[in-house]
T-cell receptor, first 113, second 117 residues
């Protein structure tokens, strides 16, 4: 059982470069989320999706774009990376209507220099 | 709307001492509450969760937490700290019902636990 898989796990970017983080889940979940984790700030929601073809902004969406073209995949894009986007990114998913369980990926460590 | 406050960004205890990590929440609907642990350079691991059954919840590694509605608290405790408990701990809340929240999980700021020999 793969669960929630994030790629890549580690990446170093130069300021201004673009990249995409991929989150894939094999549990047929409707809801998917992208969080970023920064020291002293816990995890903050960037964007989320409640189904294929839908996306919505979370708490800290600026500088990121997302897409959910396929139900199993939720992509997080950085069009022009900035040092402030150095962070650990976590993807999560859960079934629709189920709020006592959530499944997290292993995290992606991104450094922007 | 929902929010979580973890009191104390750093907690230091001696090995064998009681561990108490504090979490207070606010939620406009009955909440589900979670504690996660993160070891250095690793992902999140679920310690325990409250989902409206028993108010005293037991988790992995000897941790437990008690849901107190009157105090809007969900503090994490362990009777005797072990060196291997050194990690960062996160409290989180999401509504027990859907509505427009879509199950979004809100996290506290995290508490780093240090255990001294």
């Amino acid at each position: 059982n793969a669960g929630v898989t994030q790629t890549p796990k580690f990446r170093v970017l130069k300021t201004g470069q673009s990249m995409t983080l991929l989150c894939a889940q094999d549990m047929n979940h409707e809801y998917m989320y992208w969080y970023r984790q920064d020291p002293g700030m816990g995890l903050r929601l960037i964007h989320y999706s409640v189904g294929e073809g839908t996306t919505a902004k979370g708490e800290v969406p600026d500088g990121y774009n997302v897409s959910r073209l396929k139900k199993q995949n939720f992509l997080l894009g950085l069009e022009s990376a900035a040092p402030s986007q150095t962070s650990v990114y976590f993807c999560a998913s859960r079934p629709q209507g189920v709020f006592n369980t959530i499944y997290f990926g292993e995290g992606s460590w991104l450094t922007v220099v | 709307a929902q929010s979580v406050t973890q009191l104390g960004s750093h907690v230091s205890v001696s090995e064998g001492a009681l561990v108490l990590l504090r979490c207070n929440y606010s939620s406009s609907v009955p909440p589900y509450l979670f504690w996660y642990v993160q070891y250095p350079n690793q992902g999140l691991q679920l310690l325990l969760k409250y989902t409206s059954a028993a108010t005293l919840v037991k988790g992995i590694n000897g941790f437990e937490a008690e849901f107190k509605k009157s105090e809007t608290s969900f503090h994490l405790t362990k009777p005797s700290a072990h060196m291997s408990d050194a990690a960062e701990y996160f409290c989180a809340v999401n509504p027990s019902a859907g509505g427009t929240s879509y199950g979004k999980l809100t996290f506290g700021q995290g508490t780093i636990l240090t255990v001294h020999p």
